[in-house]
């Protein structure tokens, strides 16, 4: 039975002050706060999507978490999403993933970095193109443990289960509306690592971004996900179980709710 390491997606919120922060919590705060009064033993470092991680910020949050507590972080989104807006699709900017890799290296040097999460755009369709980019990014970042997340369910298929798992490249299952292109749940494991982003279910999704990840899983649609993160944590040595439903603080809510559905199944059978 893999470690279940449980978290959110990101810790940085406004508006989380005055729902699970205090109102008056200061920006610099904020992740001691997360890391001494939730419980979680990991974080999805998510604001490199929007610049590249810097080693002194990442150094920093090595010295501030505890010894069991480790990170997850986003690749940035010049490298997964910036090549499918260009007359030339799917060029990979090895440059950047030089950048990426030195500021996350206090993470890998001091053995806190769990994996890189490389989530790509809707617009990125299951192609020869597409699926040669994401062999080569593999390549660019060969020494870090890397984890796919697709957003467009033509990457549902039992082919790219086997092209990942011979790659060793992690598959993120997700959990979000089934609505348009965007993926179904499929709980796969094709590493060593289980990765499942659980983005809520506001069919809003495509019409208000504003909205997207505003959202609240009640007890029991968490209850009907506890056999799949068991069946995936079962079949890996590390299950990231991760809350992206940010929104006023909810993701914060619905991952104590699952740690405390956690904690009830492990008094019992597993």
Known sequence: ?????????????????????????????????????????????????????????????????????DFTVKLFGGITHDPWKTTVLGKLDTGLCEQFIEGVKPLTESGKLGCVLAQFPSAMSRNPTAKKFVSTLAEALEGLPLVCEFRNRGWASKEIEQELRQAGIGYCAVDEPQIGVL?????????????????????KWFQDSSQRYDYLYSNQELLELLPKIKAMASSSETMYVAFNNCHAGSAVVNAKMMLDLLDEESNQDW
């Open 183 to 203: 993926m179904p749940l499929v709980p796969l494991v094709t590493s060593d690592i289980a990765y499942l982003r659980l983005h809520g279910r506001n069919r």
């Open 1 to 69: 039975m893999g470690k279940i390491r449980l978290g959110t997606s990101g810790y940085s919120f406004q508006s989380w002050k005055g729902n699970v922060y205090p109102a008056t919590i200061k920006n610099a705060d904020m992740f001691t706060y997360y890391l001494s009064r939730f419980g979680f033993n990991t974080v999805e470092i998510n604001y490199t999507y929007y610049h590249l991680p810097s080693a002194a910020t990442m150094a920093s949050h090595v010295r501030k978490a505890p010894d069991d507590f």
